[in-house]
């Protein structure tokens, strides 16, 4: 069974910074495009950021500049740092991998990031 384990959300200000990791077990990581995404209070869940085994990344243009999303493929792990949050950017985060062939993905359970103002 794979699994995909999100930890470092919480309750932070309004500028303040988070590291989002997503641990990955029983998948061959590194054949994975990993990804992170997020769905606010009655709103569709959407992309934050991307990242392939060969690093090349990709963001939300609401996010670029402010997150950065990083793997190491040693650890089976993925990482948001996230700086400058708003407020906007509060929502429950979830990890996803998906098979760099087949195109088959996984989702973590999410965690909840809240940035008050």
């Known amino acids: 069974q794979v699994q995909l384990v999100e930890s470092g959300g919480g309750l932070v200000h309004t500028g303040g910074s988070l590291r989002l990791s997503c641990a990955a077990s029983r998948i061959s990581f590194s054949a994975y495009v990993m990804g992170w995404y997020r769905q606010a209070p009655g709103k569709q869940r959407e992309l934050v950021a991307t990242?392939?085994?060969?690093?090349?990344?990709n963001y939300a243009d609401s996010v670029k500049g402010r997150f950065t999303i990083s793997r190491d493929n040693a650890k089976n792990t993925v990482y948001l740092q996230m700086n400058s949050l708003k407020p906007e950017d509060t929502a429950v985060y979830y990890c996803?991998?998906?098979?760099?062939?087949?195109?088959?993905?996984?989702w973590g359970q999410g965690t909840q990031v809240t940035v008050s103002s």
């Open positions: 996803r991998a998906e098979h760099t062939l087949f195109k088959y993905a996984y």
């Open positions: 990242i392939t085994s060969a690093d090349s990344t």
